[in-house]
């Protein structure tokens, strides 16, 4: 066991301990109280915004249009980062709900192109989640992206849309840890770097669309070469779907920027009323 998994799994059975021997803590802000399982209603309530569409400036060639709920900070981020690094599982339902709000809008946006018309059925929607390392599944012990998406697809299928979850696509080598690369050094990361299963071809072949989802979006890397990968077997992409996005747009509007000296420097650069201003973090 790596030094990195090592601390990663001390973290998660601290946590783990803290939970039998401590009241409960909300994994967005650390307010102490009994009525803080899996958060606070105040934290959680921001999963709860409205879906936007939002992408990123400049925006990856194939890009599908794109829709998220929240920003990735404050509460947000902390819940993203307590459910897939500290193993807090029961998040999995707040967030997939998020998640499912967005892939519903992504499907409305685009209802005339997979809708057969009034009257008839819906086709069968494929969402394709974004395929996580196999060092990342090691190191945490599962897949946490593949049980989100799978967690929205639930919420999806109750409220009555055919749709189904398909992990269509794999990494065909091995990529860089992108944490500290700016949007060019993302871009050139993965290019080429996902493929798609030779056994779901027939499966994406034969549904009436497809989308994309994953947790969280920063510069539009993964999901723009995800789409690629689908569009070489010749699968159309109608959208894709996040739970957040790191930068803020207004009113709806696509209205986030990165430079790869900023994202280099882990600074945010937010697009507010057309004017772009640089928070240091």
């Given at each position: ?22 009241p409960a ?6 307010t102490l ?13 921001v ?15 194939l ?7 929240t ?38 946006a ?16 494929l969402?394709?989640?974004m ?9 945490r ?8 998406v799978a ?17 269509a ?15 060019r ?25 497809v ?17 690629r ?11 894709a ?24 420097a ?7 009323l057309?004017r772009i201003?640089?928070p240091?973090?």
């Amino acid at each position: 066991m790596d030094r990195r998994t090592w601390l990663r799994e001390s973290r998660r059975a601290g946590v783990a301990l803290l939970d039998l021997v401590w009241p409960a803590a909300c994994p967005g802000c650390g307010t102490l109280g009994a009525d803080t399982a899996p958060a606070c209603s105040a934290c959680l309530s921001v999963l709860t915004a409205r879906p936007s569409p939002t992408a990123p400036l400049p925006s990856p060639p194939l890009l599908p249009p794109l829709w998220t709920v929240t920003d990735y900070d404050g509460p947000t981020r902390a819940l993203l980062v307590a459910y897939k690094e500290e193993g807090r599982h029961r998040l999995a339902r707040p967030l997939g709900a998020a998640l499912a709000a967005a892939l519903g809008a992504a499907l409305d946006a685009q209802r005339p192109q997979h809708r057969g018309g009034s009257g008839r059925s819906e086709p069968r929607v494929l969402v394709v989640p974004m395929p996580s390392s196999a060092t990342a599944r090691r190191a945490r012990g599962a897949d946490p992206t593949w049980h989100l998406v799978a967690t929205a697809v639930r919420h999806l299928r109750a409220g009555g849309t055919p749709v189904r979850v398909l992990p269509a696509l794999r990494q065909s080598r091995a990529v860089a840890d992108q944490a500290e690369l700016s949007a060019r050094g993302r871009a050139a990361n993965l290019r080429g770097a996902l493929e798609v299963r030779s056994g779901a071809v027939p499966l994406l072949a034969g549904a009436g669309a497809v989308v994309l989802a994953d947790d969280i979006v920063t510069t539009g890397a993964t999901l723009a070469e995800a789409a690629r990968a689908l569009v070489a077997v010749g699968v159309a992409v109608r959208g894709a779907a996040v739970v957040a996005a790191t930068q803020r747009w207004a009113s709806g509007r696509c209205c986030t920027a990165e430079t790869d000296v900023d994202h280099a420097a882990g600074r945010d650069l937010w697009c507010v009323l057309g004017r772009i201003t640089l928070p240091v973090r």
